[in-house]
Structure formats: C-alpha cells, structure tokens
C-alpha cells in the first residue's frame, strides 16, 4: 500500500497501527500464491481468519465490557479497508461474523445468548452467516416466505434461503423469517439458528468468484428455535436488518476502497518490470493515465467511505450518504480492476496472477448488500425528487 504521509491523513496513530499490523499479519499468513491456491480448491482461509482473531481484531467493534475493543465506526472502516486490501474474500469472512451476524447478536440477543456467544466470536472459534435473500426476495426483501410459526413457546422455522455467504461453515445462522405474514415488512423478526439443528440443510453453490467464502442455499425444514434466540423482540425484524445493512454498507464500501489500491499496486509491480518495445510499459502514457484514472476512482470512494464513518461516529445515521459510497466504491472497484487487467495484458488474464480473481471478485460488489439499482433508488428517495 502506499506509504506516504499525505496517504494517512486524517487517521490517528491507532488506526495507521491497526493497517500496518492487519497488513503485515496477512501478508506473513497468506500471501498471494496461498491464496490463489485456496481459491483453487474452495477453501475457506481458516489459517488466516485463526490469526485475525488471535491479533484481536474479531473484536474491535464489540464493546470493552464483552471483551471487545470498543472501537469508532472510522477504526472498523480503516480495519475493513485493509482486510480488502490483502484480499476482499478475507474481508467478507471477517465480516460475515464479526459485523453482519455478530452485531446482531450484540443489539438483538438476550444477555444469557450474548454471555454464550460473543466471547467465541472474538476468539474465532465461532462463525456465523446471515440469511436475508430467498429464491424469490432479494432486493425486496419483505417478500420473504421463511416462516416462523410459535409452537409450545418455541419457534418452528421453515422455508428456503439462497446465496449465503459461509453458511457452509457457520456454527449459528442469522434467519430472518417472517413472524406475522399479515404485516408484511413489519411482521419479519430475526432468529438465531443453530447450523446443526435438525431440519438445516445447506447446499453450496457455484459462482464466478469469491471461491473461499462461496454462497450457499439454505434448507430450513420446521427447525425449532427456542425462543430465547430470537433477535430483539417479536416483528423487529425490519428495523433490526436496515440498521446491519446500512453498517454493511459502509463495510462493504471500505473493502472495495482496499481492493481498488491493492489492483493500482499489484499492476504497478508489473507495469514496472513489463517490458514492450524496448522500455517499461509504466513509461507508456496510456498506461500511465491508468493508473491516475484508478487513483482517482480510489481516492474519491476512500473520502466518501470515511465521511460516512464519521458520520456514523457522530451519531448520525447516513443513509443516503452510505448508499452513495457503496455504489461509488463498489462500481469504481470493478473499474479500477477492468483496467488493472488491462495493463497486465494476457498476464492479467491468467489464472497465476491474482489480477483475474480480483476482476472476478469485484463483480460482486454492487450486487451483495443491495445492487447499484437499489442503492440509486435509496438516494433518489433521499433527495426528494419524486
Ligand atoms: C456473492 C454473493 C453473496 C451474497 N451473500 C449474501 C448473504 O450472506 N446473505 C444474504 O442474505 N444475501 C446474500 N446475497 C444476496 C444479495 O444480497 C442479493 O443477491 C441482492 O440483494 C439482490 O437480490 P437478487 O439477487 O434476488 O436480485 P433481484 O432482486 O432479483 O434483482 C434483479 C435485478 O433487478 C434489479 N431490481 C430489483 N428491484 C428493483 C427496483 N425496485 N428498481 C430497480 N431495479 C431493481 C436489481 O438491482 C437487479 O439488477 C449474496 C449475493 C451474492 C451474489
């Protein structure tokens, strides 16, 4: 990453240690071949994600009396920006569970299933997923048709969930189901469910990218859930799944900040050694102009994705803001590696260099979370033009 001084204005001496330290642990645990070769064979960076929560990091945005570091949303995005550095699908298993499942947990569960599970977080010795999005609801999701019917004073959860990221290997489940059909949105109240209860069935799926954390569809079967895992109370579900969202927003924003730079350094590495027609191909203009344009696309989605995490540590609750920041680094995300490959040439094109799964990872970004065309939907509502 780059290392001058104006590259880490703005973040105090903690944070510039959380992305030296972040980057060096990675680097020394998983370095670009291991990871190409996990990829390889769809294995989820255990070794990695074993380091990350010995070094503490699982447990920065828990409070301290969990046993967390109680850190600012700004920290988690400086933490979340490198992890996407190193490699985006390590981003994504830290913050399957220690943001999307695990902060349900912390702002849902009672104190007994918070004692129980929090501490396992932060050690790694848990993990979790969250399932939202159905075969037939994704971007709306309040169009679900998991169910979750009262039976004895438990729960029994039925109903289909697809494209959970590390459902595959999650111990616990956050399902969202809809409690009170009859009230639409306002009748979805979120669950902690036990991955190995009777009635889960998990499937895994192929996709284009993102081969270590892969999607999973999810096969619930009258599975009970004692009532005590319910997450906050009864059709809270909505207002409980807007605030993740909105965090994994602004997460999902910072990982792709992390991705565009590593794509401008990794093709700078070979810029600089690629030869053609007696000279660097970093000399070459067109190339050159690249590599600004990317820095551009980077730098810009960097300010955004900060703003909205001061925003956030101030108190505010950015929606627009959030939604203008993903869109903005996810799609630049997808640009900067479009052109990264591009200056590789047929390198970059080769399943050797981590270059190709950088393209194919970023496709994801505006889709996970809420597509682009929700993200442009939310803003335009924000602005009050209709
Ligand atoms: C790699 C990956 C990992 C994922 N991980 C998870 C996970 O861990 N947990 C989870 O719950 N979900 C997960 N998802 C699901 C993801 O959140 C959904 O794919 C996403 O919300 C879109 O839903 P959909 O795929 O059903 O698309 P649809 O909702 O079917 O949308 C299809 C197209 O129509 C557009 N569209 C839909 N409605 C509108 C509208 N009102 N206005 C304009 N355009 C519209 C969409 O933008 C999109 O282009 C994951 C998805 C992927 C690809």
């Known amino acids: ?10 973040l105090s001496d903690e944070q510039q240690m959380i992305r030296e330290s972040v980057l060096n642990l990675l680097e020394r645990i998983l370095p670009g071949q291991k990871i190409l070769s996990l990829v390889q064979a769809s294995e989820f960076p255990s070794e990695a994600y074993a380091a990350l929560a010995a070094a503490g990091w699982m447990g920065l945005p828990y409070p301290e009396q ?3 570091s ?3 949303f700004k920290d988690l995005a400086v933490l979340v920006e490198s992890l996407g550095y190193h490699n985006g699908q390590v981003a994504s298993a830290y913050l399957t569970t220690a943001v999307y499942g695990g902060l349900q947990i912390l702002h849902g569960g009672t104190k007994a299933v918070r004692d129980e599970l929090i501490p396992s977080i932060i050690n790694g010795k848990k993990l979790l997923a969250i399932a939202m999005t159905e ?3 994704g971007s709306d999701l309040s169009a679900i048709a998991t169910r979750a019917q009262e039976h004895n004073g438990d729960f029994l959860l039925s109903g289909q969930k697809t494209y959970i990221t590390c459902a595959h290997i999650a111990d616990y489940i956050v399902v969202a189901a809809k409690t009170s059909p009859k009230l639409g949105y306002k009748g979805i109240t979120l669950f902690l469910v036990d991955a190995r209860s009777e009635g889960v069935t998990i499937r895994p799926l192929k996709s284009l990218g993102r081969e270590m954390v892969h999607t999973n569809d ?11 895992r319910m997450l906050g109370e009864l059709n809270s579900g909505w207002a409980n799944m807007m605030r993740g969202l909105n965090i994994e927003r602004m997460v999902l924003a910072a990982s792709a900040v992390g991705n565009c730079q590593k794509i401008i350094d990794y093709a700078r590495t070979y810029a600089k050694e690629r030869r053609a027609f007696g000279q660097q191909i970093s000399r070459f203009q067109a190339i050159a102009h690249k590599f600004a344009d990317m820095q551009i696309m980077t730098e810009t989605a960097r300010a955004l994705t900060y703003r909205v995490a001061d925003m956030l540590d101030a108190g505010l609750n950015p929606i627009m803001e959030t939604c203008i920041a993903k869109t903005a680094a996810t799609e630049n995300n997808i640009r900067c590696a479009d052109i990264g490959l591009q200056i590789m040439g047929g390198a970059g094109y080769m399943m050797d260099y981590e270059m190709q799964m950088f393209y194919r990872d970023a496709r994801m970004g505006p889709i996970g979370g809420g597509t682009s065309e929700i993200m442009r939907n939310v803003i335009a509502k924000c602005m009050d033009i209709s």
């Open 1 to 10: 990453m780059m290392n001058s001084s104006t590259f880490y204005f703005g």
């Open 135 to 137: 075969p037939d609801a």
């Open 70 to 72: 109680g850190a600012s």
């Open 218 to 228: 999810i096969f619930l079967h009258n599975v009970v859930v004692p009532r005590e």
């Open 66 to 68: 969990h046993g967390g």
